[in-house]
């Protein structure tokens, strides 16, 4: 497992993320800056950066450029004031590993920088179709920490939204996703889901297509959403018998926290969709 170099105080938002990384036994250091972390970057060797929570996005590109010059391989969460859609274009083209603002979570930063220490084929798990801001095309491999890594950039594609919806919709979207990767494809990473953000002056939308079958709603009987009114636990015993693990509400999770969840005709494409203040600026 490799080592983790967190710029910034060890007294704030750095310190927090390096207890909680403490606890992984991940060997980690401190750097005092961006000048300081080259520094220690031409010394030794580090897998993952966390870069400092008081930065720009645009100076943290800059140092990610500088630190693969010395470390081609490194992988970088980055952490920064603000963003905007531009701003998280250039993250995703730049093959950050993950991307947050305020409010942060220590304990999720850290639990995403230990993935990323012990990741060593992941640089092609998020490819950049097309992107502007307003319309943004990528394909995902269907694994767990792809998902995890593609939702902190929905995040922040989301951030027009107030707090309280963009949380549900990023739940929504993490509810379909990993339905699509597991049951559209098994967690196969050699499989990918197709996803497009778009928002418009009155609508944010994900569209997600998995390479699965599809399904029809009736088939349901495992899933939380096909329940009869009369027996909202039915579909435990569903997944009991065919030995599916414990679950099973994500669908309708999804469909309670945005205004409208649409498929296709099979089943194997998805349009989640929340209607926003028409006074919002798409730009």
Same mark, same amino acid.
């Given at each position: ?60 590109? #800059? ?5 693969? &010059?010395? %470390? ?10 603000? &963003? ?22 220590? #304990?999720?930063?850290?639990? !995403? ?20 801001? @307003?319309?943004?095309? !990528? ?9 995890? %890594? ?8 989301? #951030? ?23 049951? @559209? ?31 029809? %709603?009736?088939? !349901? ?25 414990? @679950? @099973? ?28 203040? #028409? ?5």
């Amino acid at each position: 497992m490799s080592r983790v170099l967190i710029i910034g105080d060890p007294s704030d938002l750095s310190g927090d993320i390096g207890t909680a990384l403490s606890t992984a036994d991940l060997p980690l250091e401190y750097a005092a800056g961006p000048a300081d972390a080259l520094q220690r970057l031409r010394i030794s060797s580090f897998g993952v950066v966390i870069t400092s929570c008081n930065s720009a996005v645009n100076e943290d590109l #800059a140092l990610l450029a500088e630190m693969r &010059s010395i %470390r081609p391989g490194i992988k970088c969460i980055l952490l920064a004031r603000h &963003s905007t859609p531009v701003e998280v274009i250039a993250a995703l083209r730049a093959r950050v590993f993950a991307c947050f603002t305020p409010p942060f979570d220590a #304990a999720e930063i850290a639990r !995403l920088a230990s993935s990323a220490a012990s990741e060593s084929q992941w640089n092609d798990d998020i490819q950049v179709i097309s992107a502007k801001p @307003g319309w943004v095309s !990528l394909r995902v491999n269907c694994r767990l920490v792809t998902a995890e %890594r593609l939702l902190t950039f929905a995040k922040e594609l989301s #951030a027009q939204l107030p707090e309280y919806e963009r949380d549900e919709m990023i739940q929504a979207l993490r509810e379909i996703l990993l339905n699509a990767m597991e049951h @559209g494809a098994a967690f196969n990473p050699e499989q990918v889901v197709e996803i497009r953000a778009v928002r418009t002056a009155r609508a944010l939308s994900f569209y997600l297509r998995d390479p699965g079958a599809g399904f029809r %709603r009736e088939s !349901l009987t495992h899933a939380a959403i096909a329940n009869p009114v009369d027996d909202p636990a039915s579909h435990i015993a569903e997944r009991e018998k065919a030995g599916i693990r414990a @679950g @099973g509400y994500g669908l309708l999770l999804a469909s309670g926290t945005v205004d409208e969840l649409i498929y296709n005709e099979i089943g194997n494409e998805v349009l989640l969709i929340k209607y926003l203040h #028409a006074t919002n600026d798409p730009a």
